[in-house]
């Protein structure tokens, strides 16, 4: 059965940390999404790739967040240094892409709460 | 640009009640339209789609129908479950192959059902 898997499920730090959120998209799968979900904001794309390369991350703070591709089987994002308004549940979905609108598969979610 | 409205919640119904979802969207071309699920603590699940006007996307008891002359998507189920309590996304794909797969979606709609 393939999923989207990702680590850590929570994260609780303090502000002015790093912090480190592991993505691993289904096997075979060529597209990968970063995505955050508030109360407030609802779902909010951040960043996503295609093959590896990164498409679009125009819904990212740049001064503070990246999304990285390693390879094929990892994608990383990243805040540094973390801050009380970051805290949410930030989603990994991966999927298909060859124009034809495919489905997107997501992970459990990593839920962050910075103090 | 491309856009997804739904109807706000919180939708509240009784079990077996009938319900619908309304869901207009904007965008050029033909896109794809999705519905997806979110269960209390969970990621986003794709509940049906479909890709072409007049298709039919069904899946657990629920439909919905690609209406594109009121470009709309709205979801139903006769007859509703308790275990359907959860939060409702209607999302759009944009076939063309440079978008990579992209989602657009709307804000959910939350909907409990009572014994």
């Known amino acids: 059965d393939a999923r989207v898997t990702q680590t850590p499920r929570h994260k609780v730090t303090e502000m002015g940390q790093e912090v480190t959120m592991r993505c691993q998209p289904i096997?075979?799968?060529?597209?990968v999404f970063w995505y955050r979900q508030t109360m407030m904001q609802g779902l909010e794309l951040l960043a996503y790739?295609?093959?590896?390369?990164?498409?679009?991350d125009s819904g990212m703070p740049k001064d503070r967040f990246s999304a990285e591709m390693p390879d094929a089987t990892l994608a990383t994002l990243k805040i540094q240094p973390s801050e009380p308004r970051d805290s949410a549940v930030y989603f990994c979905?991966?999927?298909?892409?060859?124009?034809?609108?495919?489905?997107?598969?997501f992970g459990p979610g990593t839920r962050l709460t910075v103090l | 640009g491309n856009s997804v409205t739904q109807m706000e919640g919180p939708v509240t119904l009784s079990e077996e009640a009938f319900l619908t979802i309304n869901c207009t969207y904007t965008a050029t071309g033909y896109p794809s339209l999705f519905w997806y699920v979110q269960y209390p603590g969970e990621g986003l699940q794709l509940l049906l789609k479909?890709?072409?006007?007049?298709d039919k996307g069904s899946n657990k008891g629920f439909e919905a129908t690609y209406r594109k002359e009121t470009t709309s998507f709205h979801l139903e189920k006769g007859s509703v479950q308790v275990s359907d309590s959860a939060v409702y996304f209607c999302?759009?794909?944009?076939?063309?192959?440079?978008?990579?797969?992209?989602?657009?979606f709307g804000q959910g709609t939350e909907l409990s059902v009572k014994p």
């Open positions: 790739f295609r093959n590896r390369a990164p498409l679009d």
């Open positions: 979905a991966s999927g298909l892409s060859s124009g034809g609108g495919n489905e997107q598969f």
């Open positions: 999302a759009l794909s944009d076939r063309g192959a440079s978008r990579g797969g992209k989602l657009i």
């Open positions: 096997l075979g799968h060529n597209t």
């Open positions: 479909a890709t072409k006007a007049d």
